[in-house]
């Protein structure tokens, strides 16, 4: 039925313009709830409200004067409104003042490194503007003969430690903030230092540049400067020293190219002014010398996260490096900086991050082998109408829905507080039918029976959520719904695994799922499982990952849901991950064997097909593989920087397992037992699973550049993980019983001064159904089961496609959705996208046409009830009762006044005609509502 509203009224509270937006819905609501729904103006700027507004101000303005002053917080009444831009000191919804802050704390300079400084105001919800640069700002030092402050910079005068002073000058009075200033001597110019950092700053050895693996122009350079020894011969001994002039420094071929003296394609990379300049020259005029420094032990970045008051887009960042003999240099100006955003922002070489429009981004900072990044929010406008279906301002408990009780959930309370520091308002909960209809296809795969979904919208009880719940936690279509996501996930496919042996697997990961077996321990089993795919089937891990490189790449990102495949030739160059983490991860699975058994592929010459058993163990060698970098034989290590404290810090050297024991199961207890990477990814999979997006995003690529979207609630479900013994369904049970998951789905703004409210969970992710429910509810709303086909073997056919242990056969409807052949380990292969193919498919594909004309579909049963209802049959079903029945059954709703009145219209004229006639309209019908957005969408 077509809902009707009441009017909305909006009221305008200058007098509390600085009052946070839910003591201004308070107020509003408590004043005009006799009149109808209201809402802050300071979100909806419609003219006909404002006026309203204004004429309902001015009949209550002595009742707002007398009623306001005591339910004011006591520290702003009497405060003067204020509106925040870019040029004021006011930080955040309601301050008056912020505080001063310096960062870094303790500032590191040398005649070579000069001390950049970021000087923030902070409101006290945390967000900050960047005052740097403002002329209200001023500086001073404890002892001004140590430094002096230029440019953004403190510049070395003489050895010492001193505290250094800023200032800012308000309309209401200075603030003042303190930091410690280090005045160091700088040590002499080190190639592997000075010379690689600028060349990886000014981008020269990258791939698209000179670190190509054939180079550019004739030069080549190890990608990133991964390998000095390797650059210092091709800068400064290969052909003749023709790069370096040692009589004429400044003649360098390294130096005029860089600097455009000479016509260089790569265009100018530095000024001659430059520090980079000065450095490479003095390394020259000291003779080329192959030096070395102190290596980088860690790279800190400061702040490690910022939020930028709305209306402001400038920020600034602070890359500081700890050296192996204690130093500390800030290296802001000698660090490479990308941002995770291709466009929208500008990054400036001395740290400065000026944005074009609101974003959520990470800026990674790269120097020499350190790596590091910091996250930087630049809030929305929220000042702007809000996207329809936001509840404005509201907070979990303030429009609890009657039936649910979930709204104090921890999950909730988290997302709560971080959009409240977004300035995002959080979606109102999805009514009823959406809820239930997500619930089952996000559980189990399928769409609710109409009698399902009017039980539960028949239930008034305030455990009905729990009790739906829990059913479908304990329903085998859970069960088939995870062992088709592992299956996924460890590339079970039918050419190599054969079809019985992929069968197996898929059956093995559902009997793991259906008894809540720890996720710790059956991983565990996985990866260190031996003997016949077909007596122990979680050893087909390995019929698949039958590569040692292959088996550690696909380990780490399936398990740990990290990349490492770029460390295979050279150190990651957007992650901490080196050569020597891929090869000693790698070096666990050189000592496989294979031996197959009865193995009669088609063709005989195709040896990517294994059709029978296969037998995998281990040979009596020593573990070990060739790393080319060392140009050595390396043993089985794990990845560092993986465990939790409690855990012994020689998990990370070389393992050399007991004799009781083989390297792979080394390798189970190494990545299970007190990983927290391992608890992180397997906490963010399962939150994609019930999202479809993660807290990390995409859920395999974890990397500092690439950071939680909300890091305390990806700390909370790992938490809650380890509590609840690593069970998937306990997990589970907690995020479906919050009201996160029950939220409504809205469309995004496309107003780029508005932060999205997806990727913090503030509304449910609208996206397309995934391949297998969408052909199983088409099968359901029609009541035409498709035959799915796997494997070679005949007696391989199923009719649900979330129960099908392999790949069809043929590409197909699955295929033209998205259903990932399972040839990589990688999200990415499952496609969400939308397409013309797939148009093309429910509009006028054989699958959907085929089902609706199917002569014994559910449309039959409702044509000879029809057809008897005209004769006067009271207990047949009336046109009302099928088009409802048919709205049930596709959209887990019934159809509106306007829907069943079209419907009826269309049907009415046909209920007396032949059979034949009334089936063709129940076939449009039918067609429309699986061509619906509202079918193919799961909101």
């Not at 695994?497 to 710790?520: F, K, N, T, V, Y």
């Not at 029809?866 to 009302?880: N, T, V």
């Amino acid at each position: 039925m077509e809902s009707t509203t009441r009017p909305v009224f909006t009221l305008h509270l200058p007098t509390v313009s600085f009052v946070d937006n839910r003591l201004c819905n308070r107020l509003c609501n408590r004043l005009c709830s006799r009149f109808g729904r209201t809402a802050c103006l300071n979100s909806h700027r419609s003219a006909p409200r404002f006026f309203l507004g204004l004429l309902l101000k001015l009949l209550l303005k002595l009742l707002l004067a007398l009623w306001l002053v005591p339910m004011a917080p006591s520290d702003v009444r009497g405060a003067t409104p204020s509106v925040i831009t870019p040029s004021e000191t006011s930080v955040g919804r309601g301050e008056q003042a912020g505080s001063l802050k310096i960062l870094p704390e303790i500032l590191h300079t040398s005649e070579r490194y000069p001390a950049q400084v970021a000087v923030l105001l902070v409101g006290s919800d945390g967000a900050a503007i960047d005052v740097t640069g403002q002329t209200q700002l001023t500086w001073e030092a404890q002892e001004p003969e140590l430094a002096r402050f230029e440019a953004g910079r403190w510049i070395a005068l003489k050895t010492g430690t001193t505290q250094i002073t800023a200032r800012y000058e308000q309309p209401s009075g200075s603030i003042a903030a303190q930091a410690t200033l280090h005045v160091a001597a700088d040590s002499p110019v080190a190639f592997d230092r000075e010379v690689i950092s600028t060349l990886t700053r000014s981008g020269c050895n990258l791939g698209t540049c000179h670190g190509n693996l054939h180079g550019k122009g004739g030069f080549r350079l190890s990608l990133r400067g991964d390998d000095p020894i390797f650059d210092y011969y091709r800068l400064a001994v290969e052909f003749g020293q023709r790069r370096i002039d040692a009589f004429d420094p400044s003649k360098s071929l390294i130096l005029t190219k860089a600097t455009a003296a000479q016509a260089h394609q790569g265009g100018k990379r530095f000024s001659e002014d430059s520090s980079h300049y000065r450095a490479i020259l003095a390394w020259i005029d000291q003779g080329a010398m192959q030096s070395s420094a102190p290596s980088v032990t860690s790279l800190e970045v400061f702040p490690a996260s910022q939020r930028i008051v709305q209306g402001n887009r400038l920020a600034r960042i602070i890359v500081q490096a700890r050296f192996a003999d204690g130093a500390v240099r800030d290296v802001t100006s000698w660090s490479r900086l990308e941002p995770s955003l291709p466009s929208g922002v500008e990054v400036r070489g001395d740290g400065t991050i000026e944005a074009e429009h609101a974003m959520d981004l990470s800026i990674g900072a790269t120097y020499l082998d350190g790596r590091s990044a910091s996250r930087i929010v630049f809030l929305g406008d929220s000042t702007l109408n809000q996207v329809s279906g936001l509840a404005q301002g509201s907070l979990p408990g303030e429009t609890d829905h009657p039936y649910d009780h979930s709204y104090n959930h921890p999950y909730d309370r988290t997302i709560a507080e971080q959009s409240e520091q977004l300035q995002i308002s959080l979606a109102d909960r999805a009514d009823d039918g959406m809820f239930i209809r997500r619930l089952f296809l996000a559980t189990v795969g399928r769409l609710p029976s109409p009698e399902e979904t009017l039980e539960y919208l028949a239930d008034r009880s305030p455990m009905r959520n729990d009790r739906w719940i829990d059913q479908l936690l304990a329903d085998p279509g859970f069960d088939y719904a995870w062992a088709m996501r592992w299956s996924d996930l460890v590339r079970n496919e039918d050419k190599v695994m054969s079809s019985r042996g992929a069968s197996l697997l898929h059956e093995w990961l559902r009997e793991q799922i259906a008894s809540d077996r720890p996720l710790q321990e059956w991983i565990g089993e996985l990866v260190s499982s031996l003997g016949s795919t077909y007596e122990n089937p979680p050893a087909s891990f390995y019929r698949t990952h039958r590569d040692a490189e292959v088996a550690a790449e696909s380990s780490a990102q399936v398990f740990l849901g990290v990349r490492i495949a770029c460390a295979k030739c050279h150190n990651h160059p957007f992650d901490r991950w080196k050569q020597d983490d891929y090869y000693g991860l790698a070096a666990h699975f050189t000592t496989l064997e294979r031996k197959q058994i009865d193995n009669k592929p088609k063709d005989a010459l195709d040896k990517h097909v294994i059709t029978g058993d296969e037998v995998i163990s281990l040979n009596d060698k020593k573990p070990q593989i060739k790393h080319p970098g060392r140009s050595k034989m390396v043993g089985p290590s794990g990845l560092g920087s993986v465990h939790t404290q409690t855990r012994d810090a020689s998990a990370t050297q070389e393992l050399e397992p007991p004799p009781s024991r083989t390297v792979l199961q080394d390798f189970a207890s190494w990545l299970t037992l007190d990983n927290r990477q391992f608890d992180a990814n397997l906490a963010n999979r399962i939150w994609y699973q019930y999202f479809g997006r993660g807290i990390v995003e995409p859920p395999d690529d974890f990397r500092e550049s690439n950071p939680p979207s909300n890091p305390e609630l990806l700390e909370q479900l790992a938490t809650d993980m380890r509590a609840e013994g690593y069970s998937l369904k306990r997990l589970s049970r907690n995020i479906l019983a919050s009201s996160t998951f029950a939220r409504a789905s809205i469309a995004e703004s496309s107003d780029e001064n508005l932060l999205p409210t997806t990727p913090y969970f503030a509304s449910y992710p609208l996206r397309r159904l995934a391949a297998e429910p969408l052909i199983d509810a088409i099968s359901e709303v029609t009541g035409v089961p498709s035959p799915l086909r796997t494997g070679d073997e005949d007696n391989s056919t199923v009719y649900s496609a979330m129960r099908m242990p392999g790949i069809p056969k043929k590409p197909g409807f699955l295929t033209t959705f998205g259903k990932p052949n399972r040839l990589l380990v990688c999200e990415c292969e499952r496609s969400s996208q939308i397409s013309l193919g797939q148009s093309l498919a429910m509009t006028n594909g054989v699958e959907i046409r085929d089902k609706i004309a199917a002569p014994s579909n559910r449309l039959d049963g409702y044509v000879q009830q029809l057809q008897l209802h005209a004769k006067g049959d009271s207990s047949a079903m009336s046109p009302e009762q099928v088009i409802e029945e048919m709205f049930l059954r596709a959209l887990s709703r019934k159809p509106s006044q306007r829907e069943l009145r079209s419907s009826l219209d269309a049907l009415e004229p046909t209920a007396d005609s032949d059979r034949a006639a009334v089936r063709v309209v129940l076939e449009d019908l039918l067609w429309a509502l699986l061509n619906s957005k509202e079918f193919m969408m799961l909101r």
